[in-house]
Structures are given as structure tokens and as C-alpha cells.
């Protein structure tokens, strides 16, 4: 991985987090927590829009997308499991 790749999975986590913990709430760890749950976010997005055969727009957008509703479903389920 390069680091371009690397500045890209960064800031598409951090903007995936913010918007994930506005909209659900629960993140207290601070900028690294942030982060950790946007990426973690675009998996599980991922994985769930591919298992539910949904099209996301293409590029940054649909990353961003996938990773906050991705992130949203995350938070959610740490969220019923406390």
C-alpha cells in the first residue's frame, strides 16, 4: 500500500466516523477511534451492500457512502450489545 492509499483510507474513515457518531453517537475515544470505526465501517458496508446486491455511486462518494452506513450499522450493534 501506498502512502496516497493510505491518506485516502484515513480521511474516507474520519469523514465516515464523524458522520456515523452525529448520526448514532457512542464514539468517545477521540481522532483514532473516529477513524478505526470509519474504516471498520467500510468493511462491514461493504460486505452488507454486497451481500444485499446494492450499487453505490461510484468513487470517493460511494466509499464515503458505504463506509458510513457501514460505520452506522457498527455503532449500532456496539450500541445493543452495552
Known amino acids: 500500500m501506498d502512502m ?3 491518506i485516502v483510507w484515513v480521511i474516507v474513515g474520519l469523514v465516515a466516523g464523524v458522520l456515523a457518531n452525529a448520526l448514532v453517537g ?5 481522532l483514532i477511534a473516529t477513524i478505526v470505526v470509519g474504516i471498520v465501517g ?3 458496508g461493504g460486505w ?3 451481500v444485499l446486491g446494492i450499487t ?3 468513487g470517493i462518494v460511494g466509499t464515503v457512502i458505504t463506509a458510513t452506513v ?6 449500532t450493534l456496539v450500541k445493543l450489545v452495552r
Open 26 to 30: 457512542g464514539i468517545r475515544g477521540g
Open 48 to 50: 452488507l451492500f454486497g
Open 4 to 6: 496516497q492509499s493510505l
Open 56 to 58: 453505490v455511486a461510484s
Open 42 to 44: 467500510a468493511f462491514v
Open 70 to 75: 457501514g460505520a452506522i450499522v457498527l455503532l
